[in-house]
């Protein structure tokens, strides 16, 4: 009886740690929410010590969320059908935070939880 508890609770124990090792990664990974909150589509950049994720279009109203597995300064570009482009200073980001990204003609507002 002893024995089947202690064989139960390493299994357990072992099941708990592998689910550990491979799901909290998914959790601390930063992710970022890009509304637009224009009245116009913009086509969307996101920038990145050498990196960049096109995030294509978005519809005005419309929000896109993405993650990136890095910790860096992040600068979002946004550009309208009119040829003018707004952009937010860079903002450092870490795991397990979360970005919001807010879009309007003249700016880029960035916060985070």
């Known amino acids: 009886m002893k024995k089947g508890f202690v064989l139960l ?3 357990m124990f072992l099941i708990a740690g592998a ?6 990664p998914s959790f601390s990974t930063p992710r ?8 116009d ?3 969307v950049m996101a920038r990145w010590r050498q990196e960049e994720k096109d995030l294509g279009v978005l519809l005005s ?4 969320e993405f993650k990136v597995k890095d910790e860096a300064a992040m ?9 003018h ?29």
């Open 41 to 43: 589509k913009v086509s």
């Open 61 to 64: 109203g419309e929000k896109k």
């Open 9 to 11: 609770a390493s299994v």
């Open 75 to 83: 600068e979002i570009i946004a550009i309208f059908p009119d040829g």
């Open 85 to 113: 482009s707004v952009s937010n200073d860079p903002v450092y980001f870490t795991a397990g935070m979360v970005y919001k990204i807010e879009i309007t003609e003249n700016k880029i507002k960035a916060t985070f939880e």
């Open 19 to 24: 689910a550990l090792i491979f799901i909290a």
């Open 32 to 39: 970022f929410i890009v509304s637009n909150n224009t009245a």
